[in-house]
């Protein structure tokens, strides 16, 4: 098993376990991100987009205004407006406007949206067994157990 330190040519050690950990946080977090682009690009979308149609599958019928949209995206944009005009530009949802309340806007995964997002879910899951597949169900939970600590301390 490669370390970090081997991994980055470091030659002195970290100045921290906290250090470390970040960094391999970090190492680790970009190179499951590239592996993911690198599946969803010759679909002509981003990751954020992929996020966004998985979301609104998951409300569906229904749909959710920009602000629930932007709560649980897993990565922080600060312009989901403009990311969601793309995303309309392109075919893959759609917005309407509330009847009573005209301030409320609401945003529906088209057919063409939902054909990309279900077309991905065998391949997404597949590289994510590729990823972590040689960890065992134990090892995963505990993985998952630590992230989260580390998340709610922030």
Known sequence: MTSLRDEIKQRKPFGSVQHEAVLNI?????????TFERVIKPHGITGSQYNVLRILRGAAPGGLCRNDIRERLLNRMPDVTRLLDRMEQAGLVSRS??????????TKITRAGMRIVNVLDEPVAKQHQQQLGHMSDEQLRTLVRLLTVARNSS
């Open 26 to 34: 970090l190492r680790t977090s970009n190179l499951l991100t590239d």
């Open 97 to 106: 406007r509330d009847g009573d309340d005209r301030r409320i806007v609401t």
